[in-house]
């Protein structure tokens, strides 16, 4: 069975070197002390490795099952389920009004990471309820609010998102689910939802379905629908439980990956719902959430690949095979470990190096979204909205990938079940599919983002990255970082001025480099954030560090990072430059 550790070390590090977040200025920051986050992280480290990733496995072989209309989870959830909400873990960044602890929402990430980790298909169903609270709380009237929140919040009840259906995914403007609306105010929700995550379970006494729908008068396309509450069970005015709504499972999706956690085809047969937000502006509702709810899968995306990576080193120092081209290692045994070879090396550090940036990449991004709420600053909301189709797109693919060159450490056996290397690559698959699919989050960030408020959120990046460089020019041990990132930064400013020439004549030639532009961003925002660390790492061993081997380590990974990933950002420039005739020049039938 795969073992997991939470590397809350590295967690310290970026939180209280890089970030420093206690000197950061954004409110609620200043009581994150290092003893403070230390205990939380210590905390939800003990509940991740002996409560949730136990059930990791039993979760994937399992799966769920569908029972009289009714939903069971694998065994032991329920157990679990119990212990993170017996435990807080539910509310750590919710309001205090509504039973939450109110702290900040980066240091639910970095919990969340080790959730995560530990047992991703578990965590989904706190997850989401996590994602309608937030909508709750942002759009809901003081009456919605009162009565929901507090149950979610401990997670009492728990919440779903309901936005697709059979025939359209991407494209919701396709919407058929109907609400009409009802003398009393309330409305009848009819239609049929797919795919939906933690749609039932016997985890909550209530469901909170979020569901998209059409209602008469909004036209055609998104600008049409509204969002709806549609309870699983009907609340009475003393908050207590009533009839059961028409809402029910049809089916529990047969899937690749994730089977501990439910996807759902949800019928609504005229099942009663209320308003969420304005009418006819349910996407503006959505899009509120979006920045947190793909970060979130962002994290998902790298925190499958700590766990697959954690076991692959294990196994790298444990199996015997060959020897090592410089001469024996291991002269007791019949061969020296795996490690010795540098294409395992390779494939660690691949790993490593990718990890320890995207941790910091996220909980960067976790906390420009803690600014932009609790300091409404402007720029900060301007710079994760940016951020976030990278963070999404670019940490999925890449975490997938991580995972699977873990698996491949194990050569064949990591392609059996045993080791459970295969149960993370079918896990982390998901990832780079729900919430947008990543080709959807590279159209996001070329066709909408780049461009927004002036294109000046783009600029700004780009200032911060002239500012970071500059801030390290004397130091001639920095160079290795600055001097690559520096060229990163030149050939993501040439792409960008590509599209602007190019794209306006011609669309195709903005979209065909679209996932190229992605990546070549991800790969600057990890080569930003290993300059950052970098540079932490020397203060710390200038100041007299006793962990040398941590910090002189950091520094090594991260000269890795910058010689050995940031060469790709030439290759995406090219395939960019290329522009759409090699992607578009063969008609349909030539395929
Ligand atoms: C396990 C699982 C859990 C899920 N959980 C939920 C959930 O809880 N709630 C929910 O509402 N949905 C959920 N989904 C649905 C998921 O969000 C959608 O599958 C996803 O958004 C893609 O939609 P689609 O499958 O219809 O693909 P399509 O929209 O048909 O897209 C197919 C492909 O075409 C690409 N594409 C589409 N349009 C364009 C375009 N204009 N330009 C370029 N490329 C394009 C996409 O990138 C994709 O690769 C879940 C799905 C799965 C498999």
Known sequence: ??????????????????????????????????????????????????????????????????????VRT??????????????????????????????????????????????????????????????????????QKAKYLPKMVSCEWTGTMNLTEPHCGTDLGMMRTKAEPQADGSYKV??????ISAGDHDLAENIIHLVLAKAPGGGEGTKGVSLFIVPKFLVNEDGSLGARNAVSVGKIEEKMGI???????????????????????????????MNEARLG??????????????????????????????????PNGPADPLIVHPDIRRSLMDQKSFLEGARAFTFWGASLIDRAHK???????????????????????????????????????????????????????????YEGANGVQALDLVGRKLAQDGGKHVMAFFEMIKAECKAHDADERMKPFTDALKGASKQLQSSAMFFMQSGMKNPNAALSGSYDF????????LGLM????????????????????????????????????????????????SGADPVMALSVDQF
């Open 1 to 70: 069975m795969p073992s997991y550790t939470a590397n809350t070390k590295d967690m310290q590090f970026v939180l209280h070197e890089v970030l420093k977040i206690s000197e950061a200025g954004i409110p609620g920051y200043e009581e994150m002390d290092r003893d403070f986050t230390d205990a939380v992280l210590d905390a939800a480290a003990k509940v991740s490795t002996e409560v949730l990733a136990p059930l990791n496995v039993v979760g994937d072989t399992e799966g769920c099952v569908l029972e009289n209309g009714i």
């Open 74 to 143: 694998p065994k032991g959830f329920d157990t679990a389920f119990e212990a993170m909400k017996d435990g807080g873990w539910t509310a750590l960044d919710c309001d205090p009004d509504f039973g939450g602890q109110g702290m900040p929402y980066l240091l639910n990430c970095a919990v969340g990471e080790m959730f995560v980790s530990a047992n991703m298909a578990f965590n989904m169903y706190q997850g989401l309820t996590h994602g309608a609270y937030s909508a709750i709380h942002a759009h809901g009237t003081d009456e």
């Open 190 to 195: 009819t239609g049929q939802k797919i795919f």
């Open 259 to 289: 089977h501990g956690n439910s996807t759902c085809v949800m019928n609504y047969d005229g099942a009663t719902g209320w308003l969420l937000g304005d009418l006819h502006k349910g996407m503006r509702a959505m899009f509120t959430m």
């Open 297 to 330: 899968v962002g994290l998902q995306g790298y925190a499958v690949a700590e766990a697959a990576y954690q076991n692959a080193l294990a196994y790298a120092k444990d199996r015997l095979q060959g020897r090592a081209v410089t001469g024996t290692e291991n």
């Open 375 to 433: 300091s409404g600053d402007d720029a900060a909301e301007g710079l994760i909205s940016l951020m976030t189709p990278v963070i999404k797109g670019f940490l999925t693919d890449k975490g997938f990938e991580t995972t699977v060159l873990a698996q491949q450490v194990y050569g064949g056996h990591g392609y059996i079940e045993e080791w459970g290397m295969s149960q993370f690559a079918r896990d982390a698959r998901i990832t780079m599919i």
């Open 518 to 525: 992605m990546h070549l961003m991800g790969h600057v925002c």
């Open 530 to 577: 290993w300059t950052r660390m970098a540079a932490a790492a020397h203060a710390a061993l200038d100041a007299g560090a006793s962990d040398k081997a941590f910090y002189e380590g950091k520094i090594a990974t991260g000269r890795y990072y910058m010689a050995r990933q940031l060469p790709a950002c030439a290759m995406h420039l090219a395939r960019i430059e």
